[in-house]
């Protein structure tokens, strides 16, 4: 098993039939040593852009695991998730995620959805409504972009070099890639572990997929969603803003806010407020309490 950061659940390689192989994080239905009757819930958690579920989830998934079975997977082009020649869709990551519940038998589920994982957790439920039993969706909105212009030349022009990008060689992309996270991670001081973990990620799926989330916008579908809903709201954030995150609780019947004083990384750099308020978001949107 590889576990590349701190506290981190046993890690593996999982085949999704049909689809691709992707890294899992899993700590299992019961806890050590515990009854094997006492089947924990499960909450399946959805990393944000350029991310990877270690370097998203590194902080949150101790305390989540005292409580629930906790699964973290890599989407699509990031870490060590699905490579695929298909240009990256939203869509075919929720794909994944039912795939994923179906090949570990862990359904329904609670889908606990970070920035673009809030987008996946959302067609995850219109995609496969019957595997979800709950959502949390964090620092995240019902649209990210009313820019015309990325339906326009500019996103025409992304989709473009993404293309262009994805006929270099894979060896060479690597190689690029990795000089620009090491010189950025020299920048910021970033812990080696976390230097391999976003040098994992293929460049062109970012770009695909940063304009995939450009596009993603539920709101004409959002006001049916019929299960327990929390909104982590991050206040001080500039990357979604703060009122985006609110409309996006206030446009899903019966669901409930949950602010926390934090940045769009709030999940790391504010960690200490984040981990418990994300920790009450996760039980509000149980139908039946956890058992510890």
């Known amino acids: 098993m590889d576990a590349p950061g701190p506290n981190l659940p046993p890690g593996q390689a ?10 899992v994080y899993d700590t299992g239905p019961t806890p050590d040593g515990a009854n094997p009757a006492l089947v924990r819930p499960a909450l399946v958690l959805l ?58 038998g862990c359904g329904p589920v609670t889908t606990v959805g970070y920035s673009m994982g809030g987008p996946i957790a959302q067609l995850l439920w219109q995609r496969h409504p019957e595997i979800v039993d709950g959502l949390v969706l964090c620092a995240t909105a019902a649209r990210f972009s009313t820019r015309p212009e990325f339906n326009g030349p500019v ?39 976390a230097i391999e ?7 062109a799926a970012l770009l695909q997929a940063g304009l995939a989330l450009s596009r993603f916008d539920s709101t004409g579908w959002i006001g049916g969603i019929d299960v327990r809903t929390s909104v982590v709201v991050t206040t001080l954030d500039v990357t979604v803003p703060p009122s985006r995150q609110w409309h996006l609780a206030q446009s899903i019947p019966d669901a409930r806010g949950f602010p926390v004083a934090g940045d769009h990384r709030a999940c790391v750099d504010q960690a200490r407020v984040f981990v418990p308020t994300l920790l009450a978001a996760c039980r509000a949107a149980q139908r039946t309490p956890a058992a510890t």
């Open 14 to 23: 999982v085949d999704l039939p049909g689809r691709g192989q992707t890294w």
């Open 47 to 104: 990393h944000g852009w350029t991310s990877t579920a270690a370097l998203n989830w590194f902080r949150c998934m101790p305390a989540l695991a005292r409580e629930y079975r906790v699964v973290a997977l890599d989407h699509r082009g990031h870490g060590r998730g699905i490579r695929s020649r298909r240009p990256f869709r939203l869509e075919d990551c929720a794909d994944d995620v039912a795939a994923l519940v179906e090949v570990l």
């Open 155 to 193: 996103g025409v022009l992304g989709y473009g070099m993404a293309m262009a990008l994805a006929g270099v060689p894979a060896n060479l992309r690597r190689q690029g890639f990795s000089l620009l996270v090491r010189n950025r991670a020299a920048e910021t001081g970033a812990a080696p572990w």
């Open 197 to 203: 973990e976003w040098e994992r990620n293929d460049p």
